[in-house]
């Protein structure tokens, strides 16, 4: 393929973005397979580290992503590339260039990886998920035995067991739900996560289907206001403020141990403005809210 060739699939896969270009540097590189340049909107391809069309297209395909990602973004100056919006943008590409044949996926299409990927699911996935909802319901009975002789559950398994108390919620929460543990913890988790019965019930279908957990993050906590450019933008200004206000604060406090330093005796140091988002709480932590089981049809 030449450069026209590449940037015409890439085109295929989405017509609407803003134009660029594609080069082939006709050289390896040990370093990157590719990069994407956001001022020139270039695409650059060591072509000569490609073995076939395949390779070459996914990395295309990957610096097509940060082209949309860059071009399309509310706010300027993107400091991060790989971002779980990049990635959302990069896998929905890579399922939509296999269903139009402009990429082939080798990790559903070679028999070795079919056969390796079945064994990981099979014995250690699903097992990993059914463990990990067994772990759930006799923490919940630690949970009970704690309120039955009235002690801190949260102590209990900090201290006893060496677990987070977060850790331990969700472990109990997982363990409440109807989860496919064929997803495994961490997509069982993240599922756990979602307050609405039907929204979770689709965003597992969506798993088991064809979407990457990335996709189902992106999909699933999505707000209504993230395409009004002015509400983003507001709230990156707001995000920037703050950071500036904190870096503000902390280069008083350096100046003043610099002139502490120098002068060799103690400077006064600027008083610790508590910011508006600092909490502070007793010893008591909450309790935890025990979640009842759902049941079919609910």
Not at 113 to 126: A, C, G, H, R, W
Request: aromatic fraction near 8%.
């Amino acid at each position: 393929m030449n450069n026209d060739q590449i940037k015409a699939k890439l085109l295929e896969l989405r017509p609407d973005v803003e134009d660029f270009t594609v080069t082939m540097t006709g050289k390896k590189s040990s370093k990157v397979n590719g990069l994407y340049k956001p001022i020139t909107r270039e695409i650059i391809l060591h072509n000569l580290n490609f073995e076939s069309d395949d390779e070459l297209m996914y990395t295309a395909i990957h610096e097509f992503a940060h082209h949309i990602q860059f071009t399309r973004t509310h706010t300027p100056g993107v400091a991060r590339f790989h971002t779980a919006h990049f990635w959302n943008i990069f896998h929905t590409l890579l399922f939509d260039a296999e269903e139009m044949n402009l990429y082939t996926n080798i990790f559903v299409s070679n028999q070795e990886f079919i056969e390796l990927t079945e064994k990981i699911k099979q014995e250690f996935i699903v097992e990993h998920g059914l463990l990990i909802q067994e772990f759930g319901k006799i923490l919940l009975s630690a949970h009970e035995l704690c309120d039955k002789y009235h002690v801190h559950f949260d102590d209990y398994v900090n201290r006893i067991l060496k677990i987070k108390h977060s850790q331990a919620e969700s472990l109990i929460r997982i363990s409440s739900l109807e989860l496919d543990p064929s997803l495994g913890y961490e997509n069982m988790k993240a599922l756990s996560r979602i307050g609405d019965g039907e929204r979770r019930a689709q965003a597992q279908q969506d798993l088991k289907g064809e979407y990457s957990p990335v996709m189902v993050e992106m999909k699933y906590r999505q707000k209504e206001d993230e395409d009004d450019p002015l509400i983003v933008l507001t709230r990156e200004k707001m995000k920037l403020e703050k950071t500036i206000d904190t870096l503000r604060k902390k280069l008083a406090l350096v100046e003043h141990r610099i002139k502490e330093v120098e002068q060799g005796t103690p400077a006064d140091i600027p008083e610790k403005q508590e910011s508006d988002d600092e909490t502070h709480s007793g010893g008591n932590t909450p309790r935890l809210k025990l979640v009842k089981p759902e049941k079919d049809g609910e």
